[in-house]
């Protein structure tokens, strides 16, 4: 066994919609662990695939974990179809909560990217003492007028209640990194969904956006928010006016001038520099917890 692979564990639990959910532990085999880290990864993707990120956390000291979101990677129900996109926030609470009672001391915290990042901040728009800290990774935040106009939205919602699980936008994948092999990757992963976003699950997250929009300065959690300024799948207009508008005392915007959506995993020292920064400052709030 490599010393990437001891501490590793698979496990499920079955939602509240009776979906049987993929989870992935990257530390069982910390005693002690300084922080409790969960991922909420985006739409399309599963959470294997964050295993770099996982890693590097669990070397400084956190016990990581996540889940496949229904509809995603190893977890059961239509391949990235929910009539709410609230189904994917009960779970999140339903397993964070899980693990906290199993290290009731430790801090916790909460890394979102893309449609992972809008999980996060529902879940703590809702229950503002949830974690200690979030970490959005160009967050899904707003919609972007210039992607995505009043008249798609008008046909996407009519779609959705007569075909709602009719494919209506497929992902730019060329926009993911600036790493060719990163990208290659991500097409050949089997478990990563490669079909068109359906229209009830694109209304349902539409309506969440707007709520996130209207209740977003309710966030107090510390907060850091990072968005590259060439994303084109998520705006970082949302990060900006996340950042602005979240009341939390700790927060903290960086924007990546050139960065593509997967910051995490960008070419060499700029992915690598990314990740690092997520990992200092959840360090750095273990000690203030």
């Known amino acids: 066994m490599t010393q990437a692979e001891r501490g590793l564990r698979e496990s499920s639990f079955t939602s509240k919609n009776g979906k049987k959910i993929f989870c992935r532990y990257w530390c069982e085999d910390l005693n002690k662990p300084r922080a409790l880290v969960f991922i909420s990864h985006g739409a399309a993707e599963h959470c294997l695939y964050y295993s770099p990120l996982a890693l590097q956390l669990k070397n400084a000291g956190c016990y990581v974990f996540a889940h496949d979101h229904v509809g995603h990677g190893q977890s059961e129900g239509d391949r990235v179809h929910v009539n709410d996109i609230h189904e994917y926030v009960d779970d999140v609470f339903y397993h964070l909560d899980m693990v906290s009672e199993r290290f009731p001391d430790i801090p916790k915290f909460i890394i979102g990217h893309s449609m ?42 009519i779609v959705a ?16 990194s600036r790493d060719k092999a990163v990208v290659q990757k991500y097409l050949d992963d089997p478990l990563v969904y490669h079909g068109g976003l359906k229209a009830r699950w694109g209304a349902s997250f539409l309506k969440w956006l707007q709520w996130i929009e ?3 300065s309710r966030i107090v959690c510390p907060l850091l928010v990072m968005h590259g300024t060439a994303d084109r799948l998520t705006t970082p207009e949302g990060s900006k006016k996340l950042a602005k508008y979240a009341e939390s005392k700790d927060k903290t915007l960086k924007i990546y001038e050139g960065y593509y959506h997967q910051l995490h995993y960008e070419p060499e020292e700029d992915g690598a520099g990314v990740r690092r920064e997520i990992i200092e400052w959840i360090s750095a709030r273990c000690k203030a917890a």
């Open 116 to 157: 992972g990042g809008a999980i996060a901040i529902i879940a703590l728009i809702e229950r503002p003492d949830f974690v200690n800290g979030m970490v959005l990774i160009s967050p899904a935040v707003t919609t972007d007028p210039g992607t995505i106009s009043p008249l798609k939205i008008f046909f996407g919602k």
């Open 161 to 176: 209640k007569i075909l709602p699980q009719t494919p209506v936008l497929h992902l730019d994948t060329s926009n993911l």
């Open 214 to 216: 209207s209740n977003m």
